[in-house]
């Protein structure tokens, strides 16, 4: 069965690196998205990511973040200057039609640990 | 604002006896709900969604959800619970009309003993 890996798993970043967190979607997908999830809190949305364009964001989504897609296979999140407050599990998901019914495939996640 | 609930941190159960997880969703017109379940070291996997039509809707695992738009509340169910379904259960939202990102609940555990 398809799934979404990301890598790593769990990265370690002094406050003011830059980090990229990396996700191979599921291979015939269109849609791609980051989700986070902060220690105790609600998973949130990030951003959605379609034809090389942000399709959506959320106000969590600043100036700091950053997201490609360098090739066929991978999405990468890039947070430019990680703070204290990006420490988070990172998730990415994809799915195969913009439709808001189509279930999104998610990844194992990437622990960011910001110190 | 649209916001979902899950009122109960976590539900315990006993292995065989069914079990309910509740969601009630504050949401602008007739969204698309959803039902995630995550068991440690994995990602959200999908296990059923309610588009239109039948309230009751089955999903993966023997697990089924009902919906319920007066009382705006969207329970996951199973008749009889396993120790393997031992998780964290994520409700999730997609408003209609608002494009596709997934709103979610903070998250039940659910324990299943035996």
């Known amino acids: 069965e398809p799934e979404v890996t990301q890598t790593p798993s769990h990265q370690v970043t002094q406050m003011g690196q830059e980090v990229i967190l990396r996700c191979v979607p599921i291979?015939?997908?269109?849609?791609f998205y980051w989700y986070r999830q902060i220690l105790g809190q609600k998973v949130e949305f990030l951003v959605s990511f379609y034809n090389n364009e942000i399709s959506e964001k959320s106000e969590i989504f600043d100036d700091q973040f950053s997201v490609e897609r360098p090739d066929g296979s991978n999405f990468t999140l890039k947070i430019r200057s990680t703070k204290l407050e990006d420490s988070a599990m990172y998730f990415c998901a994809s799915s195969g039609d913009r439709e808001g019914y189509n279930e999104q495939f998610f990844g194992p996640g990437t622990r960011l640990t910001v110190l | 604002a649209q916001s979902v609930a899950q009122p109960e941190d976590q539900v315990n159960v006993a292995e065989g006896n069914p079990l309910t997880v509740k969601c009630t969703y504050s949401?602008?017109?007739?969204?698309?709900l959803f039902w995630y379940v995550q068991y440690p070291n994995r990602g959200l996997q999908f296990l059923l969604k309610?588009?239109?039509?039948?309230?009751l809707v089955k999903g993966s695992y023997g697990f089924e959800a009902e919906f319920n738009k007066s009382q705006t509340s969207f329970h996951l169910k199973k008749p009889s619970a396993l120790v393997s379904d031992s998780a964290l259960y994520f409700c999730?939202?997609?408003?209609?009309?608002?494009?596709?990102?997934?709103?979610f609940g903070a998250g039940t555990i659910l324990r299943v003993k035996s």
């Open positions: 949401v602008s017109g007739n969204p698309y």
């Open positions: 291979s015939n997908h269109l849609y």
């Open positions: 999730a939202v997609v408003p209609r009309g608002y494009g596709n990102k997934l709103v």
């Open positions: 309610y588009i239109t039509g039948d309230n």
